[in-house]
């Protein structure tokens, strides 16, 4: 007999001593245990091992409860079960991605007689494959790790006059776009509760329209202060300078303006852009969250503010500190709809908790004391498990 067994058996001997009722009572916790530790799988890294085999492998250390892999490899068992370590890494990679640049040419054109008694609409778009389109494509988009942004060109100079402020020499459609790629690196897909995601997914696009705004204010100053640099998808922040209410000075907002541009801008894509875009941000907000553990769709306000504060420090200016205000205007927007399926998804993924999952929640929940009491005892119930396997082999 190795030591390993002589140790073992020393439980057995020891339940021996104490009588028959304490072997009952141990051979009782192995058979009423054994189904459940040997059924239920966890993931170690690339492994998939049954919580027997996890529980066998465990130690309390100055360090924690760690688990010691067959290759030699040690996991503490904290960063098996806090989702926020997978978290972490998904915004990792967010950080480390390179980006990537594309310009997409779109063709503009008046379309003939029946073209016009068809759509309505006499200007006609030829994208890539796409022929004959009578609504304009999207001036630009963010996906990931690209941003490609779409360049209008028309086959005479008085279209092509009407399409140049559509171009991103004029819209700043690329600081549009890349403040989506900033905001994705600053927590934007991090997990959090659906409303409070769906409220951030609607921010990214109001922070984006700031970053544009202020893009646009830099050609209204380089022009000599023409007006019409600035376009009409920001008609609050002109309607401001047109009236007097604020001088642009090169260089430097006042607090003034950053104040005006926030909430014109605020203003205006509630008023004309959210009906646009709540349904595409609904499955947004359900695209973001859809690897969340259940546990990880808790409110987190103090995650919320933090989020919503790095995406709204545009340029170094704090626009956080007046959007913060008018935030209430979008959870208002939420329907009850939208709700009852967000509770739909949450009783989902509770459903589907995994064995880590669920020691994560009851220590979010019950504390520290009772989760470690927990693994002590799953520890404990695998020896007995594990014990009389062998005895009866």
């Not at 530790?37 to 170690?44: A, K, R, S, Y």
């Not at 008085?158 to 459609?173: P, S």
């Not at 047109?242 to 894509?269: C, H, M, R, Y």
């Not at 704090?318 to 009852?340: G, H, L, N, S, V």
């Amino acid at each position: 007999m190795n030591k390993t067994w002589l140790k073992k058996s020393g439980l057995y001997a020891s339940a021996l001593l104490m009588g028959v009722s304490s072997y009952a009572l141990l051979r009782h916790v192995a058979k009423k245990n054994a189904p459940e530790f040997t059924q239920t799988q966890v993931v170690v890294g690339t492994d998939t091992i049954s919580i027997q085999q996890f529980y066998e492998n465990l130690s309390r250390t100055a360090q924690g409860w760690v688990y010691h892999a067959p290759d030699g490899s040690k996991h503490s068992v904290d960063s098996l079960c806090d989702y926020r370590h997978k978290e972490a890494q998904i915004s990792q990679a967010l950080t480390s991605i390179k980006l990537k640049n594309k310009i997409d040419t779109v063709f503009a054109s008046y379309g003939d007689e029946a073209f016009e008694q068809k759509h309505g609409k006499k200007i006609m778009y030829k994208y890539g494959n796409l022929d004959s389109l009578p609504n304009m494509p999207s001036m630009g988009r963010y996906d990931y790790d690209h941003i490609t942004i779409r360049e209008f060109w028309a086959d005479n100079t008085e279209l092509q006059q009407k399409m140049d402020k559509y171009n991103d020499t004029q819209n700043c459609t690329y600081r549009h776009e890349f403040q989506h790629f900033l905001n994705a690196q600053n927590g934007l897909r991090n997990w959090n509760d659906y409303s409070l995601k769906f409220v951030e997914v609607c921010a990214d696009e109001i922070s984006g329209n700031i970053a544009q705004c202020k893009a646009q204010r830099t050609n209204y100053i380089n022009s000599g202060k023409d007006i019409n640099a600035i376009t009409d998808r920001f008609k609050g922040y002109k309607s401001a300078i047109e009236n007097g209410e604020i001088t642009p000075q090169p260089i430097v907002l006042s607090e003034k303006e950053q104040e005006i541009i926030a909430n014109t801008v605020f203003d205006d894509w509630m008023k004309n852009k959210y009906e646009d875009y709540a349904q595409a941000i609904f499955s947004r907000t359900r695209y973001y969250l859809k690897d969340a553990p259940y546990q990880a769709t808790s409110p987190d306000m103090a995650k919320h503010k933090e989020v919503m504060k790095k995406m709204f420090t545009i340029d170094g200016y704090d626009f956080w500190k007046y959007i913060a205000k008018r935030e209430t205007e979008i959870f208002a927007r939420i329907t009850p709809d939208m709700e009852k399926e967000w509770t739909t998804l949450k009783n989902i993924k509770k459903n589907q908790m995994t064995h880590f999952d669920k020691l994560e929640q009851q220590k979010q929940t019950s504390g520290e004391k009772s989760y470690n009491k927990t693994l002590r005892t799953n520890h404990l119930k695998s020896k007995i498990i594990e014990l009389f396997s062998n005895f009866q082999r």
